[in-house]
Every structure is written in structure tokens, then in C-alpha cells.
């Protein structure tokens, strides 16, 4: 690759090429604050990549790989190549990691226990996670990932940026400062994209494990309800939101078996944010 980073989120050390210089300067603004180790052997590698010589620079369109590739992935247009390089990290994780059990799920940790929160896309659990997250009493330890500890059951964090969409970048940037906010991707096939940088505070405690306290699965719009919900309803839901549970086999299913079991569960409604973080308040003082 002509140009190359090297980006540590949680326990993933990513070595990021490219045929462009503009997705590597976009991802060192963004990951400016992150710690760099450029002798530590990567654990993923991305690549972003011209599938024809001429289209660096003819129409220039950005395809994803790495060690792990989806063959038949469109392609995005080099101003969109933060996005492109953010879903390949996503990507090299969701498909090759196995140290740990990988929940798409977001996390917040308090006093050293962690809230879980999974959902479909459009739930809400990002931005409930990023508000949480600057609250002051609770840790944002991802929005994307949340890593599950096959030995203890404890709770990883993977807090790369946050991507905010559509109604949420607002709302979330209405309480943040403007430099910890990415380039605003207008018209991605997501809708309007912006990352939100975690604070400083839960950057540099990234390697702290956090127990589960808390499941959560929310969704956004209606009334607020609370509806607890059973540990075999949990483990159906969580075993769909992870990527690896069946890669990692006996282990897999001890790992979930025991974080049901351990860890109260529930469903949420709610119109708002507000609504939303009162109700994660109100079941967290109880838990």
C-alpha cells in the first residue's frame, strides 16, 4: 500500500494501507489521540484499495479488504474513504477475531461494572451509549463491539469513534466540542455519518475490563416501557448480535450461558433521549 497508519482500539492493533493519502490523514486526525505502537505485530490489516490502476485517479472509488474480504461490497467514492476505512476495520474484526466473544452491542461502564446495550440498527443504543458517555459517571467503552472475556466473563472495551447518523449528530454535538467531531459524510448509504471522538478519560482506560451488570435492549420510539426479559429470550437475541459465537464453539456458549445467567435483562422503549437515559438510570440504580 502507498500510504499506511497504525490505529490500537482496545485490544485490536490495526495496520491500515491505502492507494490514497486522504482516507490515512482523515483516520490520523481522527485517531490523533489514540496510542500508536509501531513496533507491536498488527492484529488486523485493512486495505483500501483501486480495483483498477486508473481509478486512483479516473472516478476514484475505494474497495475494502484486508485479511478478510466480502466479495460482492460496493465500493464508496474516495470522499467517503473515512467511512470506507472504518467499516473495513469493522469488518477484520467481525470476521477474524477470536480472542474474545464479539458482541455488536454498545457498553458504559460505571464504578466497574458495565451496562450492555444491543439492538438493530436505528435502536438507538449508539447514541443513548455516547450520551451516557458524557455524562461525566460513565465510561464509553464502545459503541460498535463489545468484547466478552471467554475465562472470566468480563466485559472488553473497544471504543473507536463513535458514528453518529442522521437526527443524532445534532443532538450529540450540541453538548461536545467541536474538535473531537469528525467531517460531517452527508449522503452515505447510511444516511448523514459524523464520528465522535470518546473523551481522554475513557481513551487511556481502554485495557480496564468492566463485569456485566446490565443488559439492555433498547428501542427508540413510543412510549417508554420496561419489559424484563427472560435468559433464554437474551441468549437467542445475543447469539444473533454476535459475529463469532459459533467460530468459538463450547467456549462461545459458556461465555453466553453464563453472561444470561449472571446478568439481568432487559427490553426498553422510549421517545427520546431523555426518556431513554432516565429509564437506564432507573434500572441501574436497582441492578
Do not use: C
Not at 481509478?55 to 485479511?67: A, E, F, K, N, Q
Not at 455516547?130 to 463489545?146: I, P, S, V, Y
Not at 472475556?149 to 450529540?172: M, Q
Not at 431513554?276 to 434500572?283: A, D, K, N, P, R
Amino acid at each position: 500500500m502507498r500510504h499506511e497508519t497504525r490505529i490500537a482500539v482496545g485490544p485490536v492493533q490495526f495496520r491500515i494501507g491505502s492507494d490514497w493519502a486522504e482516507p490515512i490523514a482523515a483516520l490520523e486526525r481522527l485517531y490523533a489521540v489514540y496510542p500508536k505502537d509501531g513496533m507491536r505485530p498488527a492484529d488486523a490489516t485493512v486495505r483500501l484499495f483501486a480495483a483498477r490502476p486508473w481509478r486512483r485517479w479516473l472516478r476514484p472509488s475505494v474497495h475494502i479488504g484486508g485479511d478478510f474480504v466480502v466479495p460482492d461490497a460496493l465500493p464508496l467514492p474516495l470522499p467517503m474513504g473515512l467511512l470506507a476505512a472504518e467499516m473495513a476495520m469493522n469488518l477484520q474484526v467481525a470476521l477474524g477475531w477470536r480472542r474474545h466473544m464479539l458482541l455488536h452491542a454498545s457498553a458504559v461502564a460505571r464504578d466497574g461494572r458495565a451496562l450492555i446495550m444491543s439492538g438493530e440498527s436505528g435502536s438507538g443504543k449508539s447514541t443513548l451509549a455516547a450520551l451516557l458517555g458524557e455524562g461525566g459517571d460513565w465510561r464509553l467503552m464502545g459503541d460498535e463491539f463489545t468484547l466478552i472475556d471467554p475465562a472470566d466473563g468480563d466485559a472488553l472495551a473497544f471504543p473507536r469513534a463513535v458514528s453518529l447518523k442522521n437526527e443524532a449528530i445534532a443532538e450529540v454535538a450540541a453538548r461536545v466540542d467541536a474538535a473531537r467531531l469528525g467531517p460531517l459524510l452527508a449522503g452515505t448509504p447510511k444516511g448523514d455519518i459524523r464520528h465522535l471522538v470518546p473523551r481522554a478519560d475513557a481513551i487511556a482506560a481502554m485495557h480496564e475490563p468492566a463485569r456485566p451488570a446490565l443488559l439492555l435492549f433498547p428501542r427508540f420510539g413510543g412510549e417508554s416501557a420496561v419489559e424484563p426479559m427472560g435468559e433464554g429470550e437474551a441468549f437467542v437475541r445475543l447469539t444473533e448480535a454476535s459475529t463469532n459465537y459459533v467460530a468459538l464453539g463450547e467456549a462461545g456458549f459458556a461465555a453466553l450461558t453464563r453472561l444470561v445467567r449472571e446478568t439481568p435483562a432487559f427490553a426498553i422503549s422510549y421517545p427520546d433521549s431523555e426518556a431513554g437515559i432516565g429509564l437506564v438510570e432507573h434500572l441501574w440504580a436497582e441492578a
